[in-house]
């Protein structure tokens, strides 16, 4: 699983990002993903992971962010600071956090909007495999998505960004707000579709536990920078990791953030 | 009874044309949430475009309808193009300025090409057209008119409905990030929306011309009829403004035959004023799902 040698597909080097030319966000974030890897990115809230991916996607825009150092290529392609539109015509999707549906559309017409970068072609197929995919959604198909429950809406968006038949996909924290059994079932979906569609996977999540089973390799972050990386299964054994992220002390027992040393945290990763 | 039904009717089809170009202004309005004042103007160029394509072009009727839609199709996206997109990302109020400015220049450059009278298109509507029943004669203009506005209701329906552009609309109309991170032409949608708008409100004001002749001032006033239209529909309700634009075309003729006709301006908004008393967001408004 983790001895895939595909080349590097996608690239950050050394990137800043600042919001409204002052507020800098991220701090050189260098890292680099493997072609069709789940890579994961972990780290606590204000980290800048979502920031990355949308540096990524070229959602910064619309935020009065910038890219304002560093490059990131994509297939070969320089493509920081380009247009979102662009960039997803290159492949590139990003499913947002807090699943963010069109909520007077109907989920059938939901998933039809994933084929904007390619809307001439026929996408009864892909409807079909979104379905398949996310069998929970056929019975739903014709009501508004305003009316569905939070695991529907998780699922409605990662199939509308699967109809765009996404060569790499940013999923933002997929498990945001979901009972642990849907959790449980969304991972499984993201495994396979990685697996079947053969789809480049960065995952941002705070669940540190879910995201290491499933990815193949991981980054953390911390105040805008890479603080550390490796094979998934390494950091899982990883006692900062365990301790941080999976919430489970030295001992075995779990602790407060209380009692944690902040020095010691500083020492090590930095 | 006859009276009744006569002027029912000549309501309706007013406000159909009324409600149709409401639904330009509410189209603008939900996709860049721009609130557009030059639309009474909109009205009067594609007036104005007809009324030189068939008196000095001499074009036959249906040719000079069709370039008319086709040319305010193009100054809709030119407006768009050359006025709206530089402002995207700036403060709303600037775009909402704008488009005040927009309305004085396009008012400015009509007043100077034909003056400030009133104009008429040459007669061109067949007297066969016209529909008896019993005592009541619906006049040919009223039953072209009503003809249209519900041909081009169905024609918006089906394209919102289900082609893909239409969807797309509606999907930037409904959450722009995510209709952006999906790969949708947000600047696309846009240009769209208002070529579209403003091919509606020409249609809407080649009609309006036929039923009462074209005069800038008029005319542009006619356009302002679209605020109290989609207030009362709720802004964001396409739907809404259809149903505001026939409810207020009906005030008006109603008021008009049964109270006085100085009072016809009047009636419509003192209604506006006693409906928003008690539904704020309008008849129509969309209640937040709150659902996430």
């Known amino acids: 699983m983790t001895e895939h040698g595909n080349g590097i597909f996608l690239q950050l080097n050394n990137i800043s990002v600042v919001y409204s030319d002052v507020i800098q966000v991220l701090k050189g974030v260098s890292l680099s993903v493997e072609k069709h890897r789940i890579v994961s990115l972990l780290g606590s809230n204000g980290a800048g992971k979502t920031t990355t991916l949308k540096a990524i ?37 990003q499913v947002l956090e807090g699943r963010q549906p069109f909520k007077y559309l109907t989920i059938e017409e939901n998933l ?63 498990s945001l707000g979901l009972a642990p059994l849907v959790v449980r079932e969304i991972f499984r979906i993201i495994r396979r579709i990685n697996e079947e569609q053969e789809t480049t996977i960065i995952l941002v999540e705070q669940n540190a536990n879910m995201a290491l089973q499933i990815a193949h390799y991981g980054y953390v972050m911390e105040n805008g920078k890479i603080v550390m990386e490796g094979e998934a299964r390494s950091l899982r054994e990883n006692p900062d990791v365990k301790e941080f992220y999976l919430g489970v002390g030295a001992g075995g027992k779990t602790r407060t953030y209380k009692d944690i040393k902040s020095y010691r945290r500083r020492k090590r990763w930095l | 009874m006859d009276f009744f039904i006569q002027l029912l009717v000549n309501g309706l089809s007013i406000g159909l044309l009324y409600g149709l170009s409401a639904m330009g202004f509410v189209m603008i309005f939900k996709s860049s949430s721009v609130l ?14 007809f009324l030189v394509l068939t008196t000095w072009a001499g074009l036959p009727v249906y040719l000079a309808f069709l370039i008319t839609l086709a040319g305010s199709f193009v100054l809709g996206f030119a407006v768009e193009r050359l006025f709206l997109r530089p402002l995207i990302g700036e403060s709303l109020i600037f775009v909402i300025m704008l488009t005040v400015g927009l309305a004085s220049i396009f008012k400015g450059l009509l007043l100077f090409f034909f003056g400030g009278n009133l104009h008429t298109y040459p007669e061109f509507l067949p007297a066969g057209l016209g529909v008896q029943f019993g005592n009541v004669f619906i006049p040919p203009v009223y039953v072209a008119s009503s003809f249209i506005g519900i041909v081009f209701l ?19 109309a409904d959450n722009q990030t995510a209709a952006l991170s999906l790969g949708v032409h947000v600047k696309k949608v846009f240009a769209l929306s208002w070529a579209i708008a403003a091919m509606v409100a020409g249609m809407s004001g ?49 008021t008009c035959g049964y109270i006085s006709p100085s009072l016809r301006d009047v009636v419509p908004y003192a209604v506006l004023v006693c409906i928003l008393l008690i539904k704020p967001y309008g008849l129509f408004g969309l209640v937040e799902i709150e659902r996430v």
Not at chain 2, 210 to 239: Q, R, T, Y
Request: with cysteine.
């Open chain 1, 57 to 93: 996607s070229g959602l910064l825009k619309p935020e009065n962010g910038k890219v304002t150092d560093g490059s990131i290529s994509f297939d070969g392609a320089v493509i920081q600071n380009s247009s979102p539109e662009e960039i997803t015509r290159k492949g590139i999707i």
């Open chain 1, 112 to 174: 039809k909007v994933g084929t904007a970068t390619r809307w001439t072609r026929p996408y009864k197929k892909d409807l079909d495999m979104v379905y398949d995919y996310f069998p929970a959604l056929i019975k739903r198909r014709k009501s508004l998505a305003g009316y569905c429950s939070g695991g529907e809406l998780q699922m409605l968006v990662m199939g509308r960004a699967l109809m765009a038949h996404p060569r790499l996909l940013l999923l933002d924290e997929p």
């Open chain 2, 36 to 49: 557009n004042f030059a639309h009474g103007e909109l009205l009067a160029m594609g007036a104005f475009l």
């Open chain 2, 154 to 172: 169905v024609l918006f329906g089906l394209f919102f409905k289900f082609s893909p552009q239409g969807i797309f609309m509606r999907s930037v």
């Open chain 2, 206 to 254: 080649i009609v309006l011309g036929v039923i009462n002749g074209i005069n800038v001032h008029e005319i542009s006033a006619i356009g302002l009829k679209v605020f109290p239209v989609v207030i009362l529909g709720g802004l964001d309700s396409i739907g809404g403004a259809i149903i505001g634009g026939i409810i207020i075309g009906l005030l008006e003729t109603f």
